[in-house]
């Protein structure tokens, strides 16, 4: 079992930065890949950012140049800079962690945090 906390939430303004932060715990081996999601009222879940085992990083085209996934390693920490801030990055953002087993890939999810931005 991974267990996730994600931190670093709250209300911005417009072009504003924030940095999330997740945390992870317990059974954390075999994670081939991380990333952020997020969703908004009404909307889907969608993926943000992922970074691979690799340290391969990808970005939706919606925030790519303006966030940046990170971790470290050493601390189980996985973060996202998220600069530039809009109005329609406000949603409840989800750290993801997805690890191999012999057969399969189990993900594994944090409560989420509110990410708000004002105009």
């Known amino acids: 079992q991974v267990h996730l906390v994600e931190s670093g939430g709250g209300l911005v303004q417009a072009g504003g930065s924030l940095r999330l932060s997740c945390a992870a715990s317990g059974s954390v081996f075999n994670i081939v890949t991380m990333g952020w999601y997020r969703q908004a009222p009404g909307k889907p879940r969608e993926l943000v950012a992922t970074?691979?085992?690799?340290?391969?990083?990808s970005y939706a085209g919606s925030v790519k140049g303006r966030f940046s996934i990170s971790r470290d390693n050493d601390r189980n920490i996985m973060y996202l800079q998220m600069d530039s801030l809009k109005p329609e990055d406000t949603a409840v953002y989800y750290c993801n962690y997805k690890q191999a087993t012999v057969t399969t890939l189990h993900d594994y999810w944090g409560q989420g945090t509110q990410v708000t931005v004002s105009s």
């Open positions: 970074i691979t085992s690799g340290s391969v990083r």
